[in-house]
C-alpha cells in the first residue's frame, strides 16, 4: 500500500494534458488554455513545486467564481517603438504574461531591446518562464511581477510588498544558460509553512512577528507577521532587499497604472481582498535584449562559456558541493522530472481530485 | 587647537575647484576634468565618503602613471536604436560613464529605452549618480559597474566577483526622487577596515576568510579573505545576492567585451593586477526609460507621490525610526553637507595635500 505521506510521481504529460482541459473546461480558449498549461508544467518540471500545478485550484476557484476573465481582450495601450504598456483585460496572468513578453522580443527584433509593463493582470507562474522564451530567440530576457503583500520593508511594522521575483537568463554556447530566478524576500513563504507544521524554529533574517520585531517562530509571522527583504535586517543589508522590491513594485505597478504595494491583490479566492485599489490588476514588466547589438552573439556565447567554467572551477568552500551557476538546480530537476514523472504530496493531489469532480475532467 | 581625529570640513566649491585643478595637471581636458570633479563632489555632497575626493589620490595616481587615459576617443563601436556598445578608449569612468549615459537617454528619447554598455573603462564614481542625470531629463534611469574581486560566490572560496552596484531613480512630482543606490555584497569593505582598525568582531554573514568558512574576524576578511554576496550565507538568501552579482559582471562586461569576474583590473596603483586579461578594462551598463511610454508623466509622478507617502505612513518596527524611502539618507546628507561643508578625515586630508605638493595646485 503506497505510504500518504510520501509524494506519488505523475508523468509531465497526463498533468499537463488535465490542466489543459482544466481550463477549458472554464471558458479559456484551447491555445489559451495550452499556453497556460505550459507556463505552471515549466515549474513543476524545473522543480518550483509551489508554482505548478499545485496553483491550479486556484486560478480553477478565480476563472469558475467570474475573477478572472477567460477570454481576455490584451491590449497595448500606449507605445514607443522601444516600449509599451500594455493592459491584460483581467486574464491570466499565465496566458497575458507570455502575450506581453512576446511583445517585448518583437521591439528586441526592431530596435535592439524591448520593455513591456502589464496592468490589469493576474499572477503569472514562475518568473524564469519568460527569459526562456527569450533564450529560445537567442536574447537576453527578463522578467518582474509584484504580488499580493507579504514582506515588511526594513523598520516597518506592515506587510507592503509581495514577493516581487526578479528573472534574467543569458544563452550560453556549448555551457547551458544561466538562468536567475529569484525573490526579493529573504525566503520564500512556503519555507515558512514547512517550518510551522514541522515545530520548528526559523533562521533569525527571515522575519518579524505582527508587531514587526524579529522573530524565530513560524507562527508569528504566518499570523501577522511579516517576512522581511532579501538581507533579513538592516545591518546584513535588508535595506538592498527591500529597494529592490521596491524597483519592481514601481516598474510593474506604479508605471503601468497597476495596485502597487499593499494595494495588490491576492491569488487565491479566500485570500483577504485590500480595501482600496489604486489601479488594475496587479503588474508584470518584461525585458529583452538582442545580443547583436552589443556584441557578437556567437563570441557572447564563448564568453558566457568562459564565465561558467572559470565560476565552477574556483575553490569550494569547505563543507559545500562548491560554486553553482543560477540555474543548475532547476535544469537538473527538470532531467530528472522528464524521466521519473512530477511528485506531487497528497494535498495537492487531493485539490486535483476535487478539480476533477467539480470540472468533469478525469484526473484518475 | 583642532583635534586631528576629528574630520575637517571644506566647503564643496572649494573641494570642486581642486578637482577640476587636479586631473588638467595631468592632461584631462577642461570640460572633462568638470565632468569627472562632479561625479566626486556628488558622492561628497550624499554622504558617500568612500566614493568621492577620498579617491581623487587613486584616480591622479593611475592618470600621473599613464595608466588611464587623460584624453580618450570615446566612440560607439555596434549599434541599434534602441541599444549600443561604447569603447570608453581606457579613459576616465568618471568621464566615460556621462558620456555613454547621455547615449542612453538619447535613444530614449528617439525609441522609448536606451540601453547603453561600455568596455574599456574605469571606475565610474557612485552608481546613483547616473539615475540623477537621467531624472533631469524626466526619465527613469538605472546604472551598473563591475569592479575588482571582492566577493566569494555562496559555496566559493575565492574572491570571484566586485561589489558590483545597481542603481535606478523614479522621479515624483511633490515628493523628492526615490534613489536606489546599492552594491550587491552584504556590506561595504569600508565596514570591515572600520571594524579592523576598531579592533570589532563583524557580524556573521558579512565575510568568509581565505579558506571559504565564515568569519566574524574583520582581518580574516581583510587578509584573503572575502565579502559574501548581499544574504550573506545560502540559508538567508546569499545564492540571490551571488545571482545578482552575476547579472551585474556580465551585463557590464561579458556583453560588452571588458573584463568579467576576477579578471576586473584594480581601481589603485598599488592592487594586484590580474595576471590575465579577457578583456579590455571595466565595464558599466546604462538604462534610461522615457516615462511617456508607458504612462502619462504627471499621472506617474502623483503616483510615485502617492507610494511614497503610504510606505512612510506604515507602521515603525519597535526600537526603529520607521520606514526611510531609498534615497532618503542620501538627500538629507546632502542638505547638510551644501550648508556646512564636506567633513574629511586626516587620512583624505593628508592624500590631497600630497597631491596638491605632486601636482603644484594649492589646497590649504
Redesign the interface.
Known amino acids: 500500500m503506497p505510504n500518504p505521506s510520501e509524494p506519488r510521481t505523475y508523468p509531465i504529460d497526463r498533468l499537463r494534458e488535465f490542466t489543459e482541459r482544466v481550463f477549458q473546461s472554464v471558458g479559456v480558449p484551447e491555445a489559451d488554455a495550452r499556453q497556460a498549461a505550459d507556463v505552471l508544467m515549466a515549474s513543476d518540471l524545473r522543480g518550483i513545486d509551489s508554482h505548478g500545478v499545485a496553483r491550479l485550484r486556484g486560478y480553477y476557484d478565480l476563472l469558475a467564481a467570474g475573477r478572472i476573465n477567460p477570454r481576455p481582450r490584451i491590449r497595448v495601450v500606449?507605445?514607443?517603438?522601444?516600449?509599451?504598456?500594455v493592459d491584460g483585460d483581467n486574464g491570466l496572468g499565465l496566458v497575458v504574461g507570455p502575450a506581453a513578453n512576446a511583445i517585448a522580443m518583437e521591439k528586441a527584433d526592431?530596435?535592439?531591446?524591448g520593455?513591456v509593463?502589464v496592468r490589469n493582470t493576474n499572477h503569472f507562474g514562475i518568473a524564469g518562464y519568460y527569459p526562456l522564451q527569450a533564450l529560445a530567440r537567442g536574447m537576453?530576457g527578463w522578467a518582474m511581477t509584484n504580488a499580493s503583500k507579504l514582506v515588511?520593508?526594513?523598520?516597518?511594522?506592515?506587510r507592503?510588498l509581495g514577493t516581487n521575483p526578479?528573472a534574467?537568463a543569458?544563452p550560453g554556447k556549448e555551457e547551458p544558460p544561466?538562468v536567475?530566478d529569484?525573490?526579493?524576500s529573504?525566503?520564500a513563504y512556503g519555507k515558512i509553512e514547512i517550518a510551522m507544521r514541522q515545530q520548528k524554529p526559523i533562521?533569525e533574517?527571515?522575519a518579524?512577528d505582527a508587531?514587526?520585531?524579529p522573530t524565530t517562530n513560524p507562527t508569528a509571522m504566518i499570523e501577522g507577521g511579516s517576512l522581511l527583504p532579501?538581507?533579513?535586517d538592516r545591518?546584513?543589508?535588508g535595506?538592498?532587499?527591500?529597494?529592490?522590491s521596491?524597483?519592481v513594485?514601481?516598474l510593474c505597478a506604479?508605471?503601468?497604472?497597476a495596485n502597487?504595494?499593499?494595494f495588490a491583490p491576492p491569488f487565491a479566492l479566500r485570500q483577504y481582498i485590500p480595501e482600496q485599489s489604486?489601479g488594475q490588476g496587479i503588474g508584470h514588466f518584461f525585458g529583452a535584449?538582442?545580443?547583436?547589438?552589443?556584441?557578437d552573439p556567437d563570441?557572447?556565447g564563448s564568453?558566457?562559456d568562459?564565465?561558467i567554467r572559470?565560476?565552477r572551477a574556483?575553490?569550494?568552500?569547505?563543507g559545500?558541493?562548491?560554486?553553482?551557476i543560477?540555474g543548475d538546480p532547476e535544469r537538473e530537476a527538470e532531467a530528472d522530472r522528464r524521466a521519473s514523472g512530477i511528485p506531487l504530496v497528497a494535498a495537492v493531489v487531493d485539490d486535483l481530485r476535487a478539480i476533477a469532480r467539480q470540472s468533469g475532467i478525469p484526473f484518475d
Chains 1, 2 share one sequence.
Do not use: C, N
Request: charged share 15%; proline share 9%.
Open positions: 500606449r507605445e514607443r517603438p522601444g516600449t509599451a504598456t526592431v530596435v535592439g531591446s520593455w509593463g537576453i515588511a520593508p526594513v523598520w516597518s511594522a506592515d507592503m526578479i534574467i543569458f544561466i536567475i529569484m525573490a526579493t529573504a525566503v533562521p533574517g527571515w518579524v508587531s514587526g520585531s532579501l538581507g533579513g545591518e546584513r543589508g535595506h538592498k532587499g527591500y529597494a529592490l521596491a524597483m513594485d514601481i506604479v508605471l503601468t497604472g502597487w504595494g499593499p489604486v535584449l538582442q545580443i547583436d547589438g552589443f556584441l563570441e557572447f564568453r558566457i568562459d564565465w572559470t565560476f574556483s575553490r569550494p568552500a569547505p559545500t558541493p562548491g560554486v553553482r543560477p
